[in-house]
């Protein structure tokens, strides 16, 4: 009788155990969140030069960078690519994207993945309250001039920076900033502005 019993005490846990995992089976998945792309454009004054380049090239260059930084769950940069010429481009941030990130596309425009070019490549901008620059607090609030020094060591590791007040620093690709001693180039305000642009024909990479 005991063992009667049990075998109907079995039977009635197996039925509730079948039970509970048809119903986690048929739940549904939680959905992941989706990034969601800004509605609103933010005023600043990134901006990115390129030249020696076709619209080909850059294209396919930018959609790559994008491809690298951006996910299914969050967009970390947003270019807006400007036609100035047949072989020079402006690319504008409408969405004031991180500094440091185009501090790596800056280094990506000079050497990207699948393409050779020869690209001359400056960018501009205003060094905002970036979260990843809080000790190099003499940089905040200042204008700064990025580009690539081919003729440095590391030069794939690293953009080179300098202030309005031609001090040198650079970032590498982990998002540290260092002082640099060694002065290359010298600071030359922007002849383009992203206000200068508007009106004109673009074209947004995500």
Same mark, same amino acid.
């Given at each position: 009788?005991?063992?009667?019993?049990?075998?109907?005490?079995? &039977?009635? =846990?197996?039925?509730?155990?079948?039970? !509970?995992?048809?119903? &986690?089976?048929?739940?549904?998945?939680?959905?992941?969140?989706?990034? &969601?792309?800004?509605?609103?454009?933010?005023?600043? /004054?990134?901006?990115?030069? !390129?030249?020696?380049?076709?619209?080909?090239?850059?294209?396919? !260059?930018?959609?790559?960078?994008?491809?690298?930084?951006?996910?299914?769950?969050?967009?970390?940069?947003?270019?807006?690519? =400007?036609?100035?010429?047949?072989?020079?481009?402006?690319?504008?941030?409408?969405?004031?994207?991180?500094?440091?990130? @185009?501090?790596?596309?800056?280094?990506?425009?000079?050497?990207?993945?699948?393409?050779?070019?020869?690209?001359?490549?400056?960018?501009?901008? =205003?060094?905002?309250?970036?979260?990843?620059?809080?000790?190099?607090?003499?940089?905040?609030?200042?204008?700064?001039?990025?580009?690539?020094?081919?003729?440095?060591?590391?030069?794939?590791?690293?953009?080179? @920076?300098?202030?309005?007040?031609?001090?040198?620093?650079?970032?590498?690709?982990?998002?540290?900033?260092?002082?640099?001693?060694?002065?290359?180039?010298?600071?030359?305000?922007?002849?383009?502005?992203?206000?200068?642009?508007?009106?004109?024909?673009?074209? /947004?990479?995500?």
């Amino acid at each position: 009788m005991r063992q009667i019993f049990y075998l109907i005490a079995i &039977v009635i =846990t197996m039925y509730f155990a079948f039970k !509970v995992m048809a119903k &986690v089976k048929d739940r549904p998945e939680e959905e992941k969140k989706k990034a &969601v792309k800004p509605e609103k454009e933010i005023p600043n /004054d990134k901006i990115i030069l !390129v030249e020696n380049v076709n619209r080909e090239q850059i294209e396919h !260059v930018l959609q790559d960078f994008c491809e690298l930084y951006n996910d299914s769950t969050e967009y970390a940069v947003l270019p807006r690519l =400007t036609s100035l010429s047949e072989s020079r481009f402006a690319i504008t941030f409408p969405y004031n994207d991180a500094l440091e990130v @185009i501090c790596y596309l800056v280094n990506y425009l000079n050497y990207p993945a699948e393409i050779k070019w020869n690209a001359v490549v400056c960018a501009w901008a =205003t060094v905002e309250d970036e979260p990843s620059w809080k000790e190099e607090s003499d940089l905040l609030g200042k204008k700064i001039m990025l580009y690539v020094s081919p003729e440095k060591e590391n030069s794939r590791e690293y953009t080179e @920076i300098i202030t309005s007040e031609n001090a040198s620093y650079r970032i590498n690709l982990n998002s540290i900033v260092e002082k640099d001693d060694y002065l290359e180039k010298q600071y030359v305000a922007p002849e383009i502005q992203p206000e200068d642009l508007e009106g004109k024909e673009f074209y /947004d990479f995500e």
